[in-house]
């Protein structure tokens, strides 16, 4: 940062004498020919003024350079008072692209792609896709950390050179868990690196925000036209902590892949390829799990009442059925997952219907407006005259036993369910929408339906 800085200065010197002396010269060269030649007096009060207009232009093209100059270069004073110096076992990536400064335009925001790998070498498929898709190396840098010390798939890493950076978790020992915990040492370790990765991006290369994602995703070919048009409703919406590329209930027969375009407002988070800030990483790092981060993050106390945007259609689709978890919810739903797979231009589109007001103003009497089924009626195919329908349930039980007669997930987190806002889940049943609703005088979650 030094090094840069003093580039800068120097720069700055330079460009300045270069045009003094080229000030110089156009006030002291002689007038032209054709001026000579013309009426005298008249031809000198002509060339003079022209010269100091075009000196005036000169100066004002100077004046915005220093202000350039001081702007910068007082941002990357900060920046190097800021950054502590990395951990020798693990270098800055090299090639990284800087961080965005905060009041920078996010449509040219910096948005790095945190890869989260272990011992997968089919890693390869998710920075593929990753790379065939990115529109720009220097607005989306991919960085891969690695866990594990997995020989295969650190080469397997190595092999795409610069195109990514390759950080590698120092501390591989076995973390001391209680007895009843021992079949979950793989939960603390994944754990573990998550906050060193996370840190590594907010903390050491000073990012702005970050999509995190795992080795064994693949994404669509518009998830970082997603995630670069989300990125400003983050910003302005602070009742939103993230964007997520995931529907847990987006298996193919319950989505509308003609409505690629919609998003929803969800208050369960759901990861698979999430964006977050940096200030919600300085809220969360202090008091970080040592386990199961992704349903701490599902508490009341972490989540706040907040939050994520996620579409109707997922931006990726997992093909790891192999890990930690043993597989557990792949074969039943996650391997039937649609992924979306057309380009819709979200960076184009008005998403301001998202932000909490607006979309509680629309989202909700649109739910509530729609005639209530049965479910026996739903089942049936019935009543298909009706459009869209509403099925409403009363408690924890008959939201399970709805969710489990209709191919939903149906597990609850801290009484959330899967892709729920304010207790409404959205999906398609043969053909037709559904909300899965609580009563319209809903007052909250319970968190004693987990």
Known sequence: ??????????????????????????????????????????ALTAEVIRLAQDAETELERQKELLRQIHRYSRLWGGARRRVQTPPKSSPIPPKLSPPTPPLADAADAVLPVLVLACDRSTVRRCLDKLLRYRPSARRFPVIVSQDCGHAETAAVIASYGDAVAHIRQPDLSDIPVPAEHRKFQGYYKIARHYRWALGQVFRTFRYRAAIVVEDDLEIAPDFFEYFQAAFPLLLADRSLWCVSAWNDNGKEQMVDAARADLLYRTDFFPGLGWLLLAELWDELEPKWPPAFWDDWMRQPEQRRDRSCVRPEVSRTMTFGRKGVSHGQFFDQYLKFIKLNDRFVPFTRLDLSYLKKEEYERTFLPKVYAAPEVKVEELQGNRRRELGTVRLQYSGRDSFKAFAKALGLMDDLKSGVPRAGYRGIVSFVYRGRRVYLAPPSDWTGYDPSWS
Do not use: T
Not at 8 to 20: E, K, M, R
């Open 1 to 42: 940062m030094l090094k840069k800085s003093s580039l800068v200065l120097w720069g700055a010197a330079l460009f300045i004498a270069w045009h003094g002396l080229l000030l110089l010269f156009l006030w002291s060269r002689p007038p032209s020919p054709a001026a000579a030649a013309a009426d005298g007096g008249a």
